[in-house]
């Protein structure tokens, strides 16, 4: 199971770091995404890495923002949120790829975690 955490309320241009733990897997074997969701929208790419960490992807919208990081020892994935703006409160979820690639589609990921609410105020 995945259990993502780190959520809150922030000002905008503040900070947020998420983490996503596993429990009875081992994140090293899986490439790890995050995406979000916002009220009435679909669920939508925001960062993710490679399994060993080498490769990392990010949208658009979230470049020089957000650094999505891993630590395999800590079987843990990170999101920093540095300059959070209004439009990125959503419910932020953790996710688990297998197949090491299709990392932008959520179809790719085999396991997600149960989401973080993120709720930046203007």
């Known amino acids: 199971q995945l259990q993502a955490c780190g959520g809150g309320l922030v000002q905008a241009g503040g900070s947020l770091r998420l983490s996503c733990a596993a429990s009875g897997r081992t994140l090293s074997s899986y490439g790890m995404g995050w995406f979000r969701q916002a009220p009435g929208k679909e669920r939508e790419f925001v960062t993710a890495i490679s399994w060993i960490g080498g490769s990392t992807y990010y949208a658009d919208s979230v470049k020089g923002r957000f650094t999505i990081s891993r630590d395999n020892a800590k079987n843990t994935v990170y999101l920093q949120m540095n300059s959070l703006k209004p439009e990125d409160t959503a419910v932020y979820y953790c996710?688990?790829?297998?197949?090491?690639?299709?990392?932008?589609?959520?179809?790719?990921?085999?396991?997600w975690g149960q989401g973080t609410q993120v709720t930046v105020s203007s």
């Open positions: 996710a688990a790829n297998r197949r090491g690639n299709s990392y932008y589609y959520a179809s790719g990921y085999d396991y």
